[in-house]
């Protein structure tokens, strides 16, 4: 049984571009969330999908927008990329209807903006 | 999410029992105490949740204090491989999986 799978593992981008980040998740799982990580601090949420729609946003501005698909993959869409958007982005999934906060994480896609 | 607060690092011994505590204070009668921890350059993994009775798994136990405001994460026999940063987090009852992080405790087991 796949865990939460996510692509790219790595990815540089330039300032002003656009990036999209891609996730599937658990075998079993519909509702999936992304964080992002900056080095050295823990991970903050940027919002969640369920049923393909936005469920809850974090405080992030609207250049992050994401899409949820019948299949219950994810992408996160960050765009006019800023220096400090390089972070590692992790997806997690879970069950709704379960405990709805154990996740199951991926390894993430660090992304670094020249 | 209630606030938690951690010691920023601490070591252990291989083989002992690495014993990680967590305050939250402002924890509410119906909020879970959540564990995960966080290996070097991978995602966080869930280890264990507790509301107020002690819990455990294969992978570590959870003891809650009586009056909920604290409570201690039991690595019994710590590993090399258990090195990692471990995250102590209070979510709202209506987070719907959404967690705040804060920046936990950089646990080092030594041989």
Known sequence: ?????????????????????????????DTVSWYQQALGQGPQFIFQ???????????????????????????????????????????????????????????????SVL | DAKTTQPTSMDCAEGRAANLPCNHSTISGNEYVYWYRQIHSQGPQYIIHGLKNNETNEMASLIITEDRKS????????TLRDTAVYYCIVPATDSWGKLQFGAGTQVVVTP
């Not at chain 1, 790219?8 to 999209?20: A, E």
């Open chain 1, 1 to 29: 049984d796949a865990g939460v799978t996510q692509s790219p593992t790595h990815l540089i981008k330039t300032r002003g571009q656009q990036v999209t980040l891609r996730c599937s998740p658990k075998s079993g799982h």
């Open chain 1, 49 to 111: 999908y369920y049923e393909e729609e936005e469920r809850q946003r974090g405080n992030f501005p609207d250049r992050f927008s994401g899409h949820q698909f019948p299949n219950y993959s994810s992408e996160l869409n960050v765009n006019a990329l800023l220096l400090g958007d390089s972070a590692l982005y992790l997806c997690a999934s879970s069950s709704t209807g379960q405990v709805n906060e154990k996740l199951f994480f991926g390894s993430g896609t660090q992304l």
């Open chain 2, 71 to 78: 409570s201690t994460l039991i690595l019994p026999h710590a």
